[in-house]
């Protein structure tokens, strides 16, 4: 019961102050998991990485049930996961209801400006911390390059890991003169057409088309938005503006960006179907983690199926690299912005007891600050 509850305290605190996507989550992850609480070794923690990109669902809220799963069983992947997400569903729920209410929302644009260039910090250090266990040798840092380049010319997340490490594994698997394992992709089947019509919007139909785009969603909250503009706004269901709003509020809000489903879901169909397009959403990844946590131990003991994790976890950290680019070269490019990023960089890499929810905040605080000035 002890482990549950220091799970449960872990998460939630994670899930109040994990802004920023994925990336960010996962590297305050590392910070609580690995580097403070010795759940587990950098090199386990990489594996779960590797192994849960390649399943449908938030990979960062995966990652918080499979470390729930490695220190207190199912149990502990059930509390981690939901004491993760609650802080988001709630505060969207509450931010759901003041829209419908009065049909806009609160002005949070300074604080998202603050807290961007310290999350560029945040995933920084993690690719320090799980780049030096990740890649092991000069052959799997080529490899990792290969994944951050197919990345940033085009290719999404998920093919650019897969390739890579399908061709590196390849590669080892002649250099070591061993026969090839036939790695079989797994197929994913759509559940049809939209559960929803204009004319029948139930908490159940709402749950349906949820639990689908749950099942079948690859990469990053922009992927999520265009299963939802295509789900509910082509069908005549809800306007793109009042989704963009609800992406807005999933970017804004800490945790999952998955929350997103707890705003549209109240716009649905009022508190029930928030009920309803929250759970539908996160479930599938509740059973995939179940089902594949205790799978990874043995997947580790074939040679072929560790060399592709291991090529996995090079390919995760390349990612990672990725999003620094990407995000810094959207986030950096004012002097407000590239001030808050070079205090919160000092801070990080100085002072040994500032954290990753102390560098969040921060930013929100110097962001909020910022917007009195003009330059």
Known sequence: MSNLKEIAQVFFKLGCFAFGGPAVHIAMMEEEIVSKRKWMSSEHFLDLIGATTLIPGPNS????????HERGGWKGMFVAGICFIFPAVFITGLLAWFYVRFGDLPNVKPFI????????????????????????????????????????????EIFSLLITAILGTAYFSIKNKSQVNSISPIL????????LSLSKITTLSVFLSFFKIGAILYGSGYVLFAYLDAEFVETGIMTRTALLDAIAIGQFTPGPVLSTATFVGFQLNGFWGAIAATTGIFLPSFLLVLLLNPLIPKMKKSITLKTFLNLMS???????????????????????SASIFIISLVLAFTVKKVNAMHLVLLGSILGYASSFITL
Request: with cysteine; glycine share 12%.
């Open 61 to 68: 809220t995966e990652m918080t049930m499979h470390c729930g």
């Open 113 to 156: 400006i603050g807290i961007q260039p310290a999350v560029v910090v945040i995933i920084i250090q993690a690719v320090f911390k799980l780049g030096k266990k990740a890649i092991k040798n000069v052959e799997l840092g080529i490899f990792g390059a290969i994944a951050l380049g197919l990345n940033l010319f085009g290719l999404n």
């Open 188 to 195: 994913l089947t759509l559940f049809g057409t939209s559960s």
């Open 314 to 336: 090079v390919g995760a950290v390349a990612l990672m690299v990725a999003v620094i680019i990407k995000t810094g070269t959207t986030s950096l490019l004012d002097i407000k």
